[in-house]
């Protein structure tokens, strides 16, 4: 399968056509961006750990019945994925307060929600991906009402799946997020999930294990990657 052509190229990847209409590959790159935009740098061979753990949790979702848009892995940075109509909704499942539940409602950073909190954001840089409800969703064209209840079903399935895959590598899933787009009439999971787009912390020390660690200087960034990644990939 080749790179035809560039489709898109985002902040973390670069979306290509091949030769067949259904399938694009994803290119993991290793630029880094924060708060939307505002803060640019680069995570040494961050291309290839969020490929490698993208690709190992999107086979794992898969063979527990949660369609993806994960064909294979191809090369280091490169994943071989169905073509989708994205969807512009970002699900974001949160487990622990954190990040802008923190700023937002002034949850204290670390308190243990009894019961997952769902939220929807409208996909748009340029609006600097707003919070927003379901009605918000449907007005502005983005998805019907079935379809979001597809979105959140499966949203509150995958983090049941992923807490579980995490904890059993002493990482605590604290939030993520998840895009899905339209494929052949059904709704599949896109994008990646990675250290970039979800919350670890350490079960044992608490220690940050992610994006964190760039967006606030914490230092150690690639080896806290690098470590997500070993215990992604390493069975214990
Ligand atoms: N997230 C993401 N892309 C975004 C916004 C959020 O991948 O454009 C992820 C983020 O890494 C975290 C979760 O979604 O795991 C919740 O992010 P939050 O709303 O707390 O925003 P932040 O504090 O990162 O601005």
Redesign the pocket.
Known sequence: MNKDRLLHEGKAKKVFLTENSDLVIQEFKDDAT???NKKKGSILNKGVVNNAVSCKLFTYLQEQGIPTHFVEKLSDRDMLCKHLDIIKV?V?V?NVA??????RYGFREGTLLDTPIV?L?L?DDELD?P?MNESHAVALGLANHEELETLKSLATRINSLLRDFFASRKLRL????LEFGRHKGGILLGDEISP????FWDLDTGEKM???RF?FDLGGVEDAYAEVQHRVLNEN
Do not use: I, P, Q, W
């Open positions: 924060a708060f939307n970002e974001v949160r954190a990040g802008s539940l923190v700023r939220e954001y996909k991906d919070l604290v939030d993520f997020k970039d787009t979800c919350r992610d994006k964190d967006r």
